[in-house]
């Protein structure tokens, strides 16, 4: 390919679990073979790029690579929140090498605003400072005057997004309002995009299938046997077996005990009897959610009586005929 030549960009784009993956690594081996040029796919998920969550994002394997080199991925550590510019910066570099030595780049992605930085050249530079501006005069708790600014400045990008959805508003106002079309630098390229659309049924049931191979995927819990079953190792009673009296259906339900080497017994479970009283008194909630702080008092020993006290009782008793007590 020489240097006066455009250069071929390709771009597939597509929603979650819509075999981007797949299907772009067909598309890369078409390249390879019929056109001769080496492709190379660049990775535009947002999630993807954070290393450690290989199967809550359904990160690419190398089997399904299946020789294709594949960049943008585990780029940073998710400590942080990877910036666009920092992204932009990162893949135009690979983008660039795969250029230098003739081969192809292959944007393959879901997240919307990472492909069309990179198709349409933005000034990501503008775009992070009205971010960090943006960021500084509309902080998260003001998501909805920020939402009803991009309203006003753009109203088909905010029928796209939630009104709830903070980091999305600040993208799209950071777009509006820092990425100005002439200082756009779009590459010199030949672009051909695809999408991949599937309808809505049977997006959601190959979500659901992708969940599945996530949860199959899961991380190795321990005492997991080599042959990929999964031994219980929590302190969870089996079920019983419901055992009904003979005449008397659903009586009492028997559990079955083991003692010693010899034949398993049968005994039924003591039946519960439930009171007709309610519960207890002091257990009824009080009246007042929030009743007033009572004094403790501070536990002493009884006090003996009082000597006229004691007095008064001796006459007492004198009086009625019975046997004095003497203390």
Not at 145 to 162: E, S, T
Not at 312 to 319: I, K, M, V, Y
Request: glycine share 6%; with cysteine; charged share 30%.
């Amino acid at each position: 390919m020489s240097d006066a030549a455009p250069r071929l960009l390709v771009a597939l784009y597509g929603p979650t679990s819509a075999g981007k993956t797949a299907v772009s690594v067909d598309l890369c081996l078409r390249i390879r073979d019929e056109l001769g040029l080496p492709p190379m796919v660049v990775s535009a998920d947002s999630r993807q790029v954070y290393r450690y969550m290989d199967i809550g994002t359904s990160k690419t394997t190398p089997e399904e690579m299946r020789g294709i080199p594949h960049t943008m991925i585990d780029v940073t550590e998710p400590v942080r929140k990877l910036e666009l510019e920092t992204f932009v910066a990162e893949a135009r570099r690979h983008m660039e090498d795969c250029w230098t030595s003739g081969g192809v780049p292959v944007i393959v992605g879901g997240t919307s605003v990472y492909v069309r930085s990179l198709l349409e050249g933005w000034e990501v530079d503008a775009v992070a400072e009205a971010r960090n501006a943006i960021r500084r005069d509309f902080p998260r708790s003001m998501a909805e005057d920020a939402y009803a600014v991009l309203a006003r400045l753009d109203p088909q990008a905010a029928g796209k997004i939630h009104e709830n959805n903070y980091d999305a508003i600040v993208n799209a106002l950071a777009r509006a309002m820092g990425n100005d079309p002439e200082r756009a630098v779009a590459p010199a390229t030949r672009q051909v995009v695809f999408a991949v659309d599937r309808s809505a049924t049977d997006i959601d049931q190959r979500v659901a299938a992708t969940y599945d191979h996530q949860v199959a995927r899961g991380p190795a819990r321990r005492g997991a046997r080599p042959g990929g079953a999964v031994r219980r190792t929590c302190a969870v009673p089996p079920a019983r077996p419901e055992v009904p009296e003979p005449g008397r259906p659903h009586a009492r339900v028997h559990r079955v005990v083991r003692r010693g080497p010899g034949p398993r017994q049968v005994r039924p479970e003591p039946r519960r009897v439930r009171s007709r009283r309610g519960p207890h008194p002091r257990r009824r909630p009080h009246p007042d959610p929030h009743p007033p702080p009572t004094r403790r008092h501070r536990k002493t020993r009884r006090r003996p009586p009082h000597p006229q006290r004691r007095r008064r009782f001796r006459r007492r008793q004198e009086n009625l005929g019975s046997p004095r007590i003497t203390p």
